[in-house]
């Protein structure tokens, strides 16, 4: 049997993981970074690439302001280039009911270092000619942006394996225990990692390792509704999403400079942990496209040339677990980013980091800790949100 130790063992090699991984190994700790497939295979490698901080939680801010400062010199930290682009992000509305909402929040964002602009109709219009005729108004935030979701948790997982960081990909794990002062990962291929710190960083499979703790958390599975078109000339910069308190007409898209439009949005599919499946609906792809053509009306005539999901972890609060567990010293969470963490995931992997370094983090997390849920009812095991679509977009 294999024996291998560190400092800090990380199950899930996600974004969140593998940036946790990169930032432990610049603070001089070894790791272990352990995946059951591929790094970025995924909730993260599959959602839209969306680098934006409004419409986020408000107590998230400041986390989210953390992860852009990284994001701004990225390709610099890690030797990398994940396509990240400060295009800014566009959020506009159907209605005055939904721009008073837009409103309220540039208002509070203000005082969490989140400046917006605010555009009525003629303004928007000036601005942003693309923009369909219903829209009202619109809150743009300049520099937010987009990057690619499928380079972004390989390059940092390169990178912290660069920087001295043990990959393990394909490596399935069956037990986690903690004995005496070190927790004791066992591995299919009959490895065992051990290390006096665990950090779970396993999206959609986060709350089983956690139950096995006694921290058990009411995650439900679902399945973004992704799609690409064919490409065209590279015309629309920003990211353009939808506020509105109608699911349906929640959607969102940017485009690459190779010219393809990403978009989804709306209402999100099934998704099964325990198979590693998640399935696209296609009556969600025709309302998606529905949806697309009245924000950007010129994109009528495009072809869609591919559609995917993924498995994403959603809390009923919206918002993740990311922190210390309540239960265990030395197990550390950070999961459940309800289909909302890809902005986040270098800021978490170093906030992270700094937690488990130096048992504390000048970046508020607190209203994130497993905790929360410690006295919740029964009755919300199965709760679901539907919420995030209309907060994010």
């Not at 927790?183 to 051990?194: A, C, D, I, P, R």
């Not at 792809?285 to 495009?302: I, M």
């Not at 289909?339 to 995931?345: A, K, N, T």
């Not at 929360?372 to 977009?393: G, K, L, Q, W, Y």
Request: aromatic share 8%; with cysteine; net charge neutral.
């Amino acid at each position: 049997m294999t024996q291998m130790s560190a400092d800090v063992i990380i199950v899930g090699g996600g974004f969140m993981g593998s940036a946790a991984a990169f930032f432990l190994r610049r603070r001089g700790r070894s790791v272990i970074l352990v995946e059951r497939g591929l790094v970025g295979q995924q909730a993260s490698g599959v959602n839209f690439g969306n680098v934006r901080r409004q419409g986020r939680f408000l107590p998230q801010l400041p986390l989210a302001n953390r992860s852009r400062k990284i994001w701004e010199k990225l390709n610099y930290l890690i030797g990398e280039d994940v396509e990240f682009l400060p295009t800014g992000h566009l959020r506009l509305c159907y209605s005055d009911e939904d721009f008073a909402v837009l409103e309220r929040y540039a208002a509070e964002a203000r005082h969490h270092d989140l400046d917006l602009e605010l555009l009525g109709k003629n303004a928007l219009r000036d601005r942003f000619p693309f923009v369909g005729p219903e829209a009202v108004a619109a809150s743009f935030s300049p520099k937010d942006g987009h990057a690619n979701p499928r380079l972004a948790a390989p390059a940092f997982a390169r990178a912290a394996g660069r920087a001295g960081a043990t990959i393990l990909e394909n490596t399935e794990i069956t037990a986690i225990e903690k004995i005496g002062e070190d927790f004791e990962v066992t591995s299919g291929n009959s490895s065992v990692l051990k290390a006096p710190s665990v950090l779970v960083t396993a999206g959609a499979w986060g709350g089983q390792l956690s139950k096995q703790f006694g921290e058990e958390v009411p995650l439900v599975a679902r399945g973004p509704q992704m799609a690409v078109t064919e490409p065209v000339p590279y015309a629309l910069k920003p990211v353009v999403g939808v506020y509105s308190k109608v699911t349906e007409e929640v959607v969102y898209l940017r485009q690459v400079e190779r010219g393809n439009i990403v978009y989804g949005g709306g209402t999100r599919g099934p998704a099964y942990p325990d198979l590693r499946r998640s399935y696209v609906l296609p009556q969600h792809s025709l309302n998606q496209f529905q949806q697309v053509q009245r924000l950007v009306p010129a994109l009528k005539g495009l072809r869609t040339i591919r559609t995917w999901s993924g498995i994403e972890g959603y809390m009923p609060d919206d918002i993740p677990v990311m922190g210390e567990s309540a239960k265990e010293s030395g197990l550390f969470y950070a999961f459940g980013f309800c289909g909302h963490g890809f902005q986040l995931g270098p800021g978490v992997g170093d906030v992270m980091a700094e937690l488990i370094d130096r048992g504390r983090t000048v970046t508020p997390i607190d209203p994130f800790t497993i905790g929360r849920f410690a006295n919740r009812d029964d009755s919300d095991a199965n709760a679901s949100s539907e919420t995030e679509t209309r907060r994010i977009a």
